[in-house]
């Protein structure tokens, strides 16, 4: 079981940045995909960004150029830098842990931070 607890988030205006961090316990992320999602009212929830076991990026073409995944195996923690924030980042932004083994997928889910982004 991993527990994800996620910090960071608030109301910013837009054109401005965050750093959202994903602390996990109760196992080692360096054994997961990590990712952020966010989920905005009315819409379903969506990749923003992913980082794999060997450090590889996935980013929503929405984000790309603004956002930055990193993860800190020691510290057992993922963060999203945003910059260039708009009002249509606001969501609430979920961190993911996931693996597969042996064809059976752990999926792993924080409870979320709020993101709002004023024009």
């Known amino acids: 079981q991993v527990q994800l607890v996620e910090s960071g988030g608030g109301l910013v205006q837009a054109g401005g940045s965050l750093r959202l961090s994903c602390v996990a316990s109760?196992?080692?992320?360096?054994?997961?995909?990590m990712g952020w999602y966010r989920q905005a009212p009315g819409k379903q929830r969506e990749l923003v960004a992913s980082?794999?076991?060997?450090?590889?990026?996935n980013y929503a073409d929405s984000v790309k150029g603004r956002a930055t995944i990193s993860r800190d195996n020691a510290k057992n923690t993922v963060y999203l830098q945003m910059n260039s924030l708009k009002p249509e980042d606001t969501a609430v932004f979920y961190c993911n842990a996931y693996r597969w083994r042996v064809a059976v997928k752990s999926d792993y889910w924080g409870q979320g931070t709020q993101v709002t982004v004023s024009s």
């Open positions: 109760g196992s080692t992320i360096s054994i997961y995909t």
């Open positions: 980082i794999s076991i060997g450090g590889n990026t």
